[in-house]
DNA sequence: CGTTGTATTGACACTGGTCAAGCATGGTGG
DNA sequence: CCACCATGCTTGACCAGTGTCAATACAACG
């Protein structure tokens, strides 16, 4: 298990036929590898995406901070909720909306992340991701991905130059992705005091 | 939150356009509703399929549980965690199989949730739900998912009759459906040990 | 018996996939 | 410095899988 510190990651499992679903892209201050940690086999792949630093971590630590530290357990427990939910809307995505809503709510959900850790970014950023990572995230295949690419430009939601993307419009791409900001809007009251 | 006794229920979400997601499946045994727990709106809808017994418990039991039994605490943690490798197999699936996958999948998963709270299930299991609840389980509308289930019979590998279902052909499915059952493989040896 | 919800089936439409070609870019070795 | 190559982007033509719509059948239930 791992703390990342630096750069871009990835999750993704590859099915029998040789296609690839990624599963998430990780950011710094993100986990990685808990369920790696619970089953003999780990369950997916992580892949860096640029230069990363990473923290390691091994299960007694885990097993440690859950005897000696109940407020930080409850907090990884809510992180795994977090993450949890955050699943489930791509899986929402994936299951009910269009290739153009769930480009664009890769789109929204990179440039929140970006931006927790980055509040300089507000309406561009680097897309550090080729078309077909975005395909392989979203159901989709790489030339699909680059028409609704195209389209959200011709739209006037986005701009593009260079691997730079600019959101014109986040209200307009919220609305045509049902996107919701999962890492806003937490209620942490009950959580067990320091000890 | 609650433990669910007895019963079927499912968690789902419904999209703007009025379409529905099924996230999960609750069999005897899940736990349901901790995402609820932490967020100030909760970000998915619980609802009964049969007549169920639930066991209620609040935050501030979590909380106690948290600070007092860690072993308690981290098979929580554990159990979170398969859930949401669970998760990634479904987006997986949604992503990346076809619709005839996606069926074989869900009727393999029901298969084995059920047989695990009741040994006598091994081929023939009832199918408590609807046709539209397995499409919006799948992401596939009712009309699909009824061709898919007419295809798999045609094909020798499930049989039906008044609500019932057997697989004829496990192993085929699986093949079809790229399934892993992810309560098996578990490594929980590093758990730390009961207070 | 009507009514309602579910299952079944066919005809047709459309979203997104497949295949193929061309283009830009940047790195590499001679 | 330049030819070469690999990788990724772009675009068009065509096709397949899945959705949509509509009609019918069936069963449960008041």
Redo the contacts between chains.
């Keep these: 298990m791992f703390i990342l510190r630096k750069g871009l990651m990835m999750s993704y499992?590859l099915?029998?036929d040789g296609?690839?679903?990624i599963?998430r892209f990780l950011f710094p201050g993100d986990m990685l590898g808990?369920?790696s940690?619970?089953?003999?086999?780990a369950?997916?792949t992580l892949c860096a995406l640029s230069d990363t630093v990473v923290c390691p971590f091994d299960?007694?630590t885990?097993?440690?901070i859950?005897?000696e530290h109940?407020?930080l357990?409850?907090m990884?427990?809510?992180y795994?909720?977090?993450?949890?939910?955050a699943?489930?809307?791509?899986?929402?995505a994936?299951?009910?909306?269009s290739a153009k809503a769930r480009v664009a709510a890769l789109l929204l959900d990179l440039r929140n992340r970006l931006r927790a850790t980055d509040k300089s970014i507000d309406r561009a950023f680097p897309l550090g991701l080729t078309q077909e990572e975005i395909g392989?995230a979203?159901?989709l295949t790489a030339v699909h991905v680059n028409r609704m690419l195209r389209q959200l430009e011709e739209e006037g939601m986005i701009a593009r130059e260079g691997g730079r993307v600019t959101l014109l419009d986040r209200g307009a791409l919220a609305g045509a992705a049902?996107y919701?900001n999962?890492y806003e809007?937490?209620?942490?009251r009950?959580?067990?005091p320091a000890r």
């Design positions: 499992v099915l029998d296609s690839r679903q599963l808990i369920s940690a619970i089953y003999h086999e369950p997916e299960r007694a885990l097993s440690a859950m005897q109940p407020r357990s409850a990884i427990l809510v795994s909720q977090i993450e949890r939910v699943l489930t809307d791509r899986l929402a994936l299951g009910r909306t392989d979203t159901g049902n919701v999962r809007g937490l209620d942490l009950w959580l067990p």
